[in-house]
Nanobody, 126 residues
Framework: QVQLVESGGGLVQAGGSLRLSCAAS????????MGWFRQVPGKEREFVGA????????YYDGSVKGRFTISRDNAKNTMYLQMNNLKPEDTAVYYC???????????????????WGQGTQVTVSS
C-alpha cells in the first residue's frame, strides 16, 4: 500500500525559505509522476509543480517558477520542494501527490493523481 507523508512545513517570514519533504513507502518513486499542490480554505487545490517519472523533468506554475524547486532522491524514496523567497500569498496547506500510470509526462491536474499525502501547513508572515 502506497503512503505519502509530508513534512517540513511551518511559519516563516516573507523572503524566507522552507524545504518540504514527501516520503513515500510501498512503491518506488523513481518511475512515478509526482506533484505538489496547495490549498487554502474555500478554494480549490491548486497545482504548484511536478516532476515526471524516470527522466525527472520538472514543471512549475508561473506563480512559483524561479522561487520553488522540486527534486527527488530515489535512494531515500523522497521528493522535496525547496521554497525560496516566500510570500504571504504562498500560505496554504501543501500536499504531495503521486501516480504511476501517467507515463513520463508532467501532469498539472489534481484528479489525475491517485495517491496523496495528508498535507503540511506553510504560513508566511508579512
Amino acid at each position: 500500500q502506497v503512503q505519502l507523508v509530508e513534512s517540513g512545513g511551518g511559519l516563516v517570514q516573507a523572503g524566507g525559505s522552507l524545504r518540504l519533504s514527501c516520503a513515500a513507502s510501498g512503491r518506488t518513486i523513481s518511475t512515478a509522476t509526482m506533484g505538489w499542490f496547495r490549498q487554502v480554505p474555500g478554494k480549490e487545490r491548486e497545482f504548484v509543480g511536478a516532476i515526471s517519472g524516470s527522466v525527472g523533468r520538472t514543471y512549475y506554475d508561473g506563480s512559483v517558477k524561479g522561487r520553488f524547486t522540486i527534486s527527488r532522491d530515489n535512494a531515500k524514496n523522497t521528493m522535496y520542494l525547496q521554497m525560496n523567497n516566500l510570500k504571504p500569498e504562498d500560505t496554504a496547506v501543501y500536499y504531495c501527490a503521486a501516480d504511476w500510470s501517467l507515463g513520463g509526462v508532467v501532469v498539472t491536474s489534481a484528479p489525475n493523481y491517485n495517491y496523496w499525502g495528508q498535507g503540511t501547513q506553510v504560513t508566511v508572515s508579512s
